[in-house]
């Protein structure tokens, strides 16, 4: 079973910063592709990035592309989101989960809030 555990939420001002953390646990974390995902109130989960087994391959929704890096400490099972210049419109549930090159997730964290006030 493969528990995927986040943090680093919280609430910030409009033009700031945050970083999130998600740690698995799980003996083959480098065989994954690790995802960031996020959901406002009354809207549908959305792609935010990824990072293949390498972390020099990654991957943004257009909203946070330049903003936003994802990371990945192997050695840590732990990939991580740097969130730079934040937009109110930022705010939202931020979920990271474990999957294939594919595209394909099988397991998802709890999710922690991120609120960006303006």
Request: charge should be positive; aromatic fraction near 12%; include cysteine.
């Amino acid at each position: 079973q493969v528990q995927l555990v986040e943090s680093g939420g919280g609430l910030v001002q409009a033009g700031g910063s945050l970083r999130l953390s998600c740690v698995a646990s799980v003996r083959t974390f480098s065989t994954y592709a690790m995802g960031w995902f996020r959901q406002a109130p009354g809207k549908e989960r959305e792609f935010v990035a990824r990072a293949l087994r390498s972390a020099t391959n990654t991957y943004y929704a257009d909203s946070v592309k330049g903003r936003f890096t994802i990371s990945r400490d192997n050695a840590k099972n732990t990939v991580y989101l740097q969130m730079n210049s934040l937009k109110p419109e930022d705010t939202a549930v931020y979920y990271c989960a474990a999957g294939d090159s594919s595209g394909s997730y099988y397991h998802w964290g709890q999710g922690t809030q991120v609120t960006v006030s303006s």
